[in-house]
């Protein structure tokens, strides 16, 4: 068992070897059919330099023609626009009813807790002079 767990270990290096020489074996093989049939393979970069721009291209454009999602793409993306445009506002309205609601909330609460302040301070002063008057009353009654 100690034997089958050392030798499937070593045997990972191997496989992913092997993956790899076959992975670059079939990439040699593709291009060169590629090359062999003459179309080229050429770099992104090199092709925008040859087919030019083909996003400003116009929507009778012949590079454009084949394409259906590309010559629709400029009615597309203008609808696409409008739509993000609407959702954006509607949730700006949503967000500042929310907001102009928290902020009327937070003005509520503030009104409360100054009443509550009030009369907390009127009740304290009320039982401290009540506290005096039964203090002096004490002092000043005879005998007790």
């Keep these: 068992m100690l034997w089958a767990t050392s030798a499937s270990s070593a045997w990972m290096p191997l496989a992913a070897a092997v993956a ?4 670059a074996f079939r990439l040699h093989r593709k291009l060169t059919a590629l090359r062999r049939s003459g179309s080229s393979v050429a770099s992104p970069a090199a092709t925008r330099r040859t087919q030019g721009p083909t996003r400003d291209a116009p929507p009778g454009d012949a590079r ?3 394409s259906p999602t590309l010559r629709d793409a400029p009615s597309q993306l203008a609808a696409w626009e409008v739509a993000m445009h609407e959702t954006a ?8 009813t929310r907001i102009a ?5 937070i003005r509520a609460t503030d009104e409360a807790i100054a009443r509550l302040r009030a009369e907390l301070a009127r009740l304290e002063a009320a039982t401290t002079s009540r ?3 039964a203090a002096a009353y004490a002092d000043s009654a005879p005998g007790v």
């Design 131 to 133: 506290d005096n008057g």
């Design 64 to 66: 454009c023609a084949g």
């Design 89 to 96: 506002r509607q949730l700006k309205a949503e967000l500042d």
């Design 20 to 23: 790899v020489a076959w992975i």
């Design 101 to 105: 609601l928290a902020q009327q909330w």
